[in-house]
């Protein structure tokens, strides 16, 4: 059964300090991976998704995210953090449809001024 | 793609009732999948629809149902309230092939 792990709950930087969050994932096949970002309050919006190809995938607000095969994982980056991007990270992964789409427990953001 | 949306946004029911949540699919979108998303915990896939058909279900009992009508709309209902149905139930929609979803704000249900 497919499964994502996030290691870190809570992460706090400073406003311009650089970013990673960490995912892990089961999957039986080729994964297709996305993170999701939950304003509080909020649905989930998408940043960016790796479905084949290029292992380095951008995204919007400034994300990026590297899928690395040999480590099961699909880390998220940005070079710069804002303030404005405080809020809870959820990575996925599975299909879209049917059974086969997990969430990770998420990580939450926290940006010191 | 941002134009699912839910209503109601918030719901207090008591345990032992029934609760009709309603999610509009963004245009052109055929599948819809219900997650139930408990506090500080990421999204549980509840079930998905594709063409008004039940498509794929979680770990979810019999009391988690749900309607696609052909205008992509989408009701999720829930029978026999449990305490622990207590939760943030989003919506999320799609087009067929292109796995890629797209939620809504969700609806807040507490049950006292």
């Known amino acids: 059964a497919q499964s994502v792990t996030q290691p870190d709950i809570h992460i706090t930087v400073s406003e311009g300090a650089s970013l990673e969050l960490r995912c892990n994932y089961s999957?039986?096949?080729?994964?297709?991976l996305f993170w999701y970002v939950q304003s509080p309050g909020q649905g989930l919006q998408l940043l960016l998704k790796?479905?084949?190809?290029?292992?380095l995938v951008q995204g919007i607000k400034g994300f990026e995210a590297e899928f690395k095969r040999s480590q099961s994982s699909f880390n998220l980056r940005k070079p710069s953090v804002h303030w404005s991007d405080a809020a809870e990270y959820f990575c996925a992964v599975g299909r879209g449809y049917g059974q086969n789409f997990v969430f990770g427990p998420g990580t939450r953001l926290s940006v010191l001024p | 793609e941002t134009g699912v949306t839910q209503s109601p946004t918030h719901l207090i029911k008591t345990r032992g009732q029934q609760v009709t949540l309603r999610c509009s699919s963004q245009s052109g979108h055929n599948t819809v999948s219900w997650y139930q998303q408990a506090l500080g915990q990421g999204p549980q896939f509840i079930f998905q629809?594709?063409?008004?058909?039940?498509?794929g279900r979680g770990n979810f009992p019999p009391r988690f149902s749900g309607l696609q009508f052909p205008n992509y709309s989408s009701e999720l209902n829930v029978n026999a309230l449990e305490l622990d149905d207590s939760a943030l139930y989003l919506c999320a929609s799609g087009r067929d092939g292109t796995d890629t979803q797209y939620f809504g704000p969700g609806t807040r249900l507490t049950v006292l």
């Open positions: 629809y594709y063409r008004e058909e039940e498509n």
């Open positions: 999957y039986g096949a080729t994964p297709y």
């Open positions: 790796y479905f084949s190809g290029d292992t």
